[in-house]
């Protein structure tokens, strides 16, 4: 029998974010959304021109106007992105039928500051003839008192941001502000300690360049994990620790102030300008491969890397090697700016020069980051065709320019850059996913095991996703040396993506468990005037590495 869950509310009046959890908790294993807790606590009578003089007496004019300002350029933010078809419906209302749920109305006792939110006994008695075994905070109010523990499981609740570093709101302002790469957010069950809640689970995407979009990305991408919470505590197994806590040593964040608002403001349009002047003047993004013989991989000078000249009007990245027959072969992923979609080239490199062999591999949809792996002493190719919402499996026919659809091997997964190898008579797959409309898959890595590469069969890490953070999720190449076994992986900054990568050792993989210890990144600082650097990877004395620089067009047209 499945538990049963509430969820505690300001009306039946929600947003996008409760409307889609609760569509997902229709298909939940272990848990059903049977009641929904109302809060009455409006009074819809007063006017507006009273409200605001209330909170002026409360909280001074200085302190009016500053909400104002900040309220008034969230507005303006919200119609932008209205504009946009990915985020068109995120400020959308959805009205629950009533006769969906059991409904129960509760009188909270408010504190003078109205933020503050506790309950008489006669409404806490109303909660537990209700049988709940959990509770979910889905309106507004600092919940107090005994409703904290009148089901089994408590209440949980999300805090998007940090808790470590941001504790207040606005949720996904500050990391705009500060310019921080990342911006986090946690699900915690809440404690009668304000912010000292137990963390179940946390996370982290990479910052947008203007707050609301931030802010989108923030709830759409972190909205699916308060089902995935909710169907593990209410498991016969849960898997989910307790995340350890420390000191907090930030300030409480509140509404920015008014000369922080100006400061943001002015910030965000200089960065909107520096876009749209990018534009106008025809620069763009454009990616680039280097290649550079050396004995070790982990010492390289990688100034003294040789670049490979990107074709007319397409850009080359995402470089893989192998070494057969004496020669060494990269394949890369290579971008054509006509069609707006990636093939897979390759080029022959030897001490004194390098080679194009030419297009080895093209489909109607883009296909990139061409990870190669041998099995059976057959080699075959992984590349990213997430745009089909699969992971595909190519074999090679004739080495190294023919290629063909050898099969599917996962369905129905939005997957990027996967990568396959074989440990403990297992063969895993890494790959990064991403199950939001939002299709951003930098945040998270997935592990799954089967015990052939080929299989169609794959099994879930009981641990995915591994890693939530745009810092080191992303999968950026693979090393493998005698019996050790390196990921490489991207880092996301601000408002840019591949900004940077790294390299980890993976200590410990098995089924219920995986862990790798970062030995160093590299920052894009090797070649002039470059942006990022997110693909590294080496074999048999050959490395290969990209990097991202802005080019300027002439006619529409690279050269």
Known sequence: MKKRVGIILDSLDVSKQIYDFINLASNANNYQISTLIINETKNNKINLSLKVLNYIKRHGFFKFYSTLLFK?????????????????????????????FEIIYLKPILSKNGLVYRYEKSCINLVIKSNLDLLIRGGSGILKGEILTVCPHGIISFHHADNDLNRGGPPGFWEVFQKNPRTGFIIQRLRDELDGGDVLFKGFISTSFFYSLNLAKLYELSNPFLHYVVEDILSEKPRLSINEKSPYSFPLYK??????????????????????????????????VAYQFVDNWREVTLWRSKKIPNPKNRYLADPFIIKRNGEYICFVEDYNYYTKKGSISAYKIDQKNHQDLGIVLSEDFHISFPFLFEYEEELYMCPETYEKNEIRIYKCLEFPTKWIYKKTIMKNVSAVDTIIFKKNKKWWLLTNIDNSFIKDHSHQLHIFYSDSPLSEQWTPHIANPVIYDSLIARNGGLILENDNIYRVFQSQDFDLYGASFGVSKINLINNCEYKEKVLFKVQPKFFKNILGTHTYNFKDGLIVIDFLEIEKRTNNTFF
């Open 72 to 100: 008034t350029i969230c507005k303006l933010e919200q119609l932008i992105l209205n504009k946009t078809a990915k985020f068109s419906n995120f400020y959308k209302r959805y009205k629950l039928n009533e006769n969906d």
């Open 255 to 288: 509404t920015p102030s008014a000369y922080q608002s100006i400061i943001y403001l002015l910030n965000t349009c200089y960065l909107m300008t520096l876009k749209i002047l990018r534009k106008f003047t025809r620069r763009s993004y454009r990616w680039g």
